[in-house]
């Protein structure tokens, strides 16, 4: 089995260039130290080396939370992506047992959408163009200032920015991945699942767990975005008019995280409750066609009404049933994760008005 999972995580980070180089080293909490250590240089070490932090100077904090909390756990959340992927395809895996073409192997339909090297050099290609974006505007500044003038803040700035936009597109296509290639598992499989499953899920709980923890990256996009109104109403860089655009893909994107690679799960839970009810309510009609037969012998009916209400019991406990491959904790999660952002910018407000 130890075998099998480090085989899947393989393919898994098949076409990932970082994550290939470091598959020995790809833990949250490592990549998650490193932001934070890379976080720390720029922000505070090397603007102190260049005189830049001095007594009584203005602290951005915005960039302060950026590169020493939200850096460290889009790294962190990078790494765990392959490792929760893994899990689910482990759960699907031993959950298969029907399919409709039998030449068809569960594994390879799980993995097939993992093995076009295509999106990753893409990824590549956007992360490093990015960063050209940048390099170009700072070394094109006709002002020089300490960010460009000193070499080794420049470099790391630019590999900082390389790394980020790096690991941000790269969770993105990763969940792409992982969405056709679940719901084209449950298109050609039927998973063992039990409506009454007491994880409240149907037994897939951990879809509805990873699907949870996806949508958290996209809410600390979300207070990136929050972050940057917060310094524009502080002073600093206004707003453009991307801002606004950016706020509807975040709130596009949260939902669409969540929500799409349970959609096949979903309508399969959805008919196997269905079954399950008719199932009930045939029994119903045979429970109440023995009461006629016994009415119309004037036999006992006590033992058969007992039967009835118990079909009935658990007809309404069924019909009651989840249809999705999460419980109410983990929706009610994900609504305060989307809202989270949205709010904190009211609640800076509200804080600030206070003091």
Known sequence: MERASQSFFSRI?????LARRLAHHIEPIRFAVAGLILGIFQTLVLPAFAGVLQAGS????????????LMPLILGWYAWQPHAIMKVYEALLSRASHQQDATINPAVTLFA???SPGLP?????????????????????????????????LALRLAIRFITFYTLLMFLVRQIQVSVSINRFFKRFRANMNPLHPDESGGLRVLGSYALNSAGLVMFVGILLSLQYLSAQWGNAPLGPEFLVEVLIYLIAGPAVFFIPLMESHRQMLSARNKLLAEIAEEFETLYQEIKNRLAKNEELADVLVQLEAVEDLYNVVAKAPSWPFNAKILSRFGALIA???????IADILTNLI
């Open 58 to 69: 203005v602290v951005d904090w915005p960039n302060l939370v950026v590169m020493l909390v």
């Open 340 to 346: 989270t952002p949205v709010l904190i910018p009211a």
């Open 113 to 115: 959408s993992h093995k």
């Open 13 to 17: 980070i098949e076409h990932d260039p």
């Open 121 to 153: 050099w893409l990824v590549v290609t956007f992360s490093a163009a990015a960063t050209a974006v940048l390099a170009f505007r700072l070394f094109t500044n006709s002002a020089p200032s300490w960010e460009n003038a000193n070499v080794a803040l």
